[in-house]
């Protein structure tokens, strides 16, 4: 119980929890396609090969949704690291499990994915999320032109962003390996 009288779950709890990678890949829809293109098509570069099965001892719990395009890039590019560094790894859908996002906020907001990386005892070793910085850069760089959200032509414009960050994630390497890098080097440093 923490200081407000709320039970609160441990990570070891969450990560028992959770949902495996092939009940996440079940539920995707939205972007179903474009994850499994990228999952498919995505492989850990050789030199890294080693490094990455030296891993040990590492699990982690992803915080994530169907929905999210950054959930569609950045877990799949995971799901090949963690196929090779053998870690065990539990979804937790965003909206379903609050408690334990909103202690991972992103500026005050619920943004995902959050890698949490723990041990075998259930403590927080690492964090990874919600996006590599590179891809933080490209997507604001892409809102600039946003229109306010009270405008007529937000939605519209709004819905045509999506589309481009969707395709890029979708089809641009450069942005897989900027993921790839920087997960990569989180959990080669815990």
């Known amino acids: 119980m923490n200081e407000r009288g709320i039970t609160t779950m441990s990570l070891n709890d969450w990560f028992n929890k959770g949902i495996t990678k092939e009940a996440y890949m079940e539920r995707l829809d ?34 994530a949704a169907e929905w999210c395009g950054h959930c569609m890039l950045d877990i799949a590019i995971y799901l090949r690291i963690a196929d090779q560094a053998n870690i065990p790894t539990r979804f937790l859908i965003r909206d379903d499990n609050l408690e334990l996002m909103d202690q991972y906020l992103t500026n005050e907001k619920r943004y995902i994915p959050i890698f949490i990386f723990i041990d ?71």
Request: aromatic content about 12%; proline content about 5%.
């Open 30 to 63: 939205k972007h179903k396609e474009a994850f499994h293109h990228i999952y498919e098509s995505f492989s850990i570069p050789s030199p890294d090969v080693s490094q990455l099965e030296g891993v040990k001892n590492i699990r982690a719990l992803v915080l």
């Open 120 to 190: 075998e005892d259930g403590n927080e070793i690492g964090k990874w999320g919600p996006w590599a910085p590179e891809i933080n850069e490209l997507t604001e760089k892409l809102k600039e032109n946003l229109p306010e959200r009270d405008s007529e032509k937000y939605e519209a414009a709004f819905q045509n962003y999506i589309k481009q960050v969707g395709t890029a994630f979708e089809q641009d390497k450069t942005l897989w390996n900027y993921v790839y890098n920087d997960i990569k080097q989180t959990v080669l440093t815990i």
